[in-house]
C-alpha cells in the first residue's frame, strides 16, 4: 500500500497555517514536531513519542523526529521460526518443518508466505503418505523485500546488528535531518516510507516531502518515475544526474518535484512553495537529493 493516499497539498496547507504570529508575542512561532518514531525492520511503528510544540521560529532546527529502527519481539521470534522451518525442511524433516510453519501461521500467516508454505508442506506429506519424505530446499520466501538485505532467514537481528527487513533499503533516504530541513514524522508501510521536513528559515518554500518507495525491480521503478514526475511536472523539466541515479526534476503551479531510481526503489522529493516561479527553487531541491543519495 502506498502513501500516496497522504494528499501533499493539505500537509502543505496545514504547515502553512502554523507559520503565524504567537498572540502577545513579538517573536514569530510556528508548530513544528519532536519527538522519536521507532520502526520495525518489517515496517510497522513500534513506538512513537512525537508531539506538536510551538516554537520560536528561529530554534526549528533545534527540535524535529527522530527514527530508530529496531526488530521487534513478535517478528524477532517470526525471524527465528522461519530459520527453523527451513533447517528442518532441508534436512528433509517435513513434519518438523510442518509443526514450525503452522506456528509461524498462527502468528502471522503473511509473514514470508508461512500461511502459503505450510499449506504446500501439507500437500506434499498428504501425497507422500509420510512425514519423513525429502523436499527440496528453500520452500519460498516470496514477500520479502526485493534486492539485497531483505531479511530471507538467518539469525535475527540484535542490538548493533545491521538493519535488515523490508525497509532496510528505504530508510536511509528519510534521514532525521536535511540540509535546511527537520524531519517531523513518517508514514510507514513494508515497502512505503512516506516523511515530511520543516524548512529551518522562513522562506517561500514550506515544505518538503520525500516518498521511497520499493517495486519489484528497475524497469518498474523506472515506469512509475516516468508517470509520477516526467508525465506530471513537465514544465522546466529536465534529466538530472544525482550522483550515481538517474532522475527528473520539473515544476508546475506551486510545486517543485524531483524523482531519481535507485535499482528497484523510487525516491521523490516535492517543494511545495509560495513563489510564483517555482523553478527558482530546482537547484534547492537537487541538493536536497544530493544529501539523501549521499553524493
Known amino acids: 500500500m502506498s502513501m500516496r493516499r497522504v494528499t501533499p497539498i493539505i500537509l502543505a496547507i496545514a504547515v502553512a497555517g502554523a507559520l503565524a504570529f504567537a498572540p502577545g508575542c513579538s517573536r514569530k512561532m510556528v508548530q513544528v514536531e519532536s519527538g522519536e518514531i521507532v520502526l ?3 515496517g510497522h511503528v513500534v513506538s512513537d513519542t512525537v508531539e506538536q510544540r510551538e516554537v520560536p521560529a528561529d530554534e526549528v532546527a533545534e527540535h524535529g523526529v527522530t527514527t530508530r529502527v529496531i526488530t521487534c519481539d513478535l517478528h524477532t521470534k517470526l ?3 522461519d530459520e527453523a522451518a527451513e533447517k528442518a525442511r532441508a534436512a528433509g524433516d517435513l513434519e518438523a518443518a510442518e509443526r514450525v510453519l503452522a506456528e509461524m501461521a498462527e502468528l502471522d500467516a503473511e509473514y514470508r508466505s508461512a500461511g502459503r508454505r505450510l499449506a504446500e508442506i501439507r500437500g506434499e506429506r498428504g501425497a507422500a503418505g509420510t512425514g ?3 523436499g527440496a530446499a528453500g520452500g519460498g520466501t516470496s514477500g520479502t523485500s ?3 538485505g531483505d531479511g530471507g532467514g538467518g ?4 542490538e548493533g546488528s545491521p538493519v535488515v527487513g523490508p525497509i532496510a533499503n528505504l530508510v536511509h533516504y528519510v534521514p532525521d535531518k536535511i540540509p535546511g530541513f527537520v524531519g517531523q514524522s513518517l508514514v ?5 516510507l512516506f516523511r515530511d521536513y520543516m524548512p529551518v528559515n522562513s522562506g517561500p518554500i514550506v515544505q518538503l516531502s520525500v516518498e521511497v518507495e520499493q517495486f519489484k525491480d528497475a524497469k518498474q521503478a523506472q515506469q512509475m518515475l516516468g508517470e509520477r514526475v516526467r508525465e506530471r511536472f513537465v514544465t522546466s523539466g529536465e534529466d538530472v ?3 550515481s541515479l538517474d532522475g527528473f526534476v520539473g515544476t508546475r503551479p506551486n510545486y517543485v518535484r524531483l524523482g531519481m531510481t535507485d535499482r528497484g526503489i523510487l525516491i521523490l522529493l516535492e517543494f511545495y512553495t509560495t513563489s510564483d516561479n517555482p523553478a527558482e527553487h530546482k537547484g534547492a531541491i537537487i541538493e536536497a537529493a544530493k544529501a539523501i543519495a549521499g553524493s
Open 40 to 42: 520495525c525492520t518489517e
Open 79 to 81: 525471524a527465528a521460526l
Open 132 to 134: 519423513t519424505s525429502t
Open 146 to 148: 526485493p534486492g539485497p
Open 155 to 158: 539469525t535475527p537481528p540484535g
Open 188 to 192: 510507514s508501510d513494508p515497502f512505503v
Open 241 to 243: 544526474r544525482i550522483g
